[in-house]
């Protein structure tokens, strides 16, 4: 009888050990699902973060190029107020010189010299206007890229973390 008792008490006695042993090894493997549920946590977070720090880099820059855009814009026009402006002296000392000299100024050489001016000073302001308007659309188009780059990198970025908790999902799976 003792001896049947030893053995039970045997039996048991391993029952608990290996009911233990199971029982740290669960929360071993349920620590380890926990820490990888975190890392994957900060990696989504860390994910998104960094792809709305880029898109918002890009978003600034697009703003910067909009506002090249503008400040292109009143650039030339002060440049073309300029022109103007000398287009105006040149003509009113052309006429000037011409009734010093006694030349009728409504006619013949003076008007000759005051149409030739205009026109020059028309091509330039044609020039600087057409300069304008494209360096202003090329500023528009960077800005336009900047703001596309932004939108993808926020979606590249949603993309990778939605791929970091998919990952995550499957090695849970894979464990059981």
């Known amino acids: 009888m ?3 008792l030893a ?3 045997k039996v048991v006695g391993s029952g608990l050990a290996g009911a233990g042993a199971a029982g740290a090894g669960g929360f071993a493997s349920t620590a380890l699902t926990v820490l990888q549920g975190a890392s994957a946590v900060l990696g989504v977070v860390g ?3 960094a792809a709305n720090a880029s898109a918002q880099a890009a978003e600034d820059a697009a703003v910067q190029a909009d506002l090249q855009a503008g400040q292109e ?3 030339a026009t002060n440049q ?3 022109m103007k402006k000398e287009l105006m002296r040149i003509l009113g000392e052309n006429e000037v010189a011409a ?3 006694g030349i009728d100024i409504s006619a013949g050489v003076a008007q000759q010299a005051n149409a030739t001016a205009k026109k020059d000073a028309h091509t330039s302001l044609t020039v600087s206007r057409n300069d304008q308007e494209f360096q202003s659309a090329l500023y528009r188009l960077r800005s336009k890229g900047l703001q596309r780059k932004a939108k993808s990198q926020r979606q590249a970025g949603l993309l ?3 791929g970091t908790g998919v990952d ?3 090695s849970l799976f894979n464990r059981g």
Do not use: R
């Open 160 to 162: 990778n973390a939605v």
């Open 168 to 170: 995550f999902g499957i």
């Open 2 to 4: 003792e001896l049947a």
């Open 47 to 49: 994910q998104m973060g």
């Open 80 to 82: 073309q107020t300029q």
């Open 73 to 75: 814009k009143v650039e």
């Open 99 to 101: 009734a010093n000299a």
């Open 7 to 9: 053995a039970v008490g």
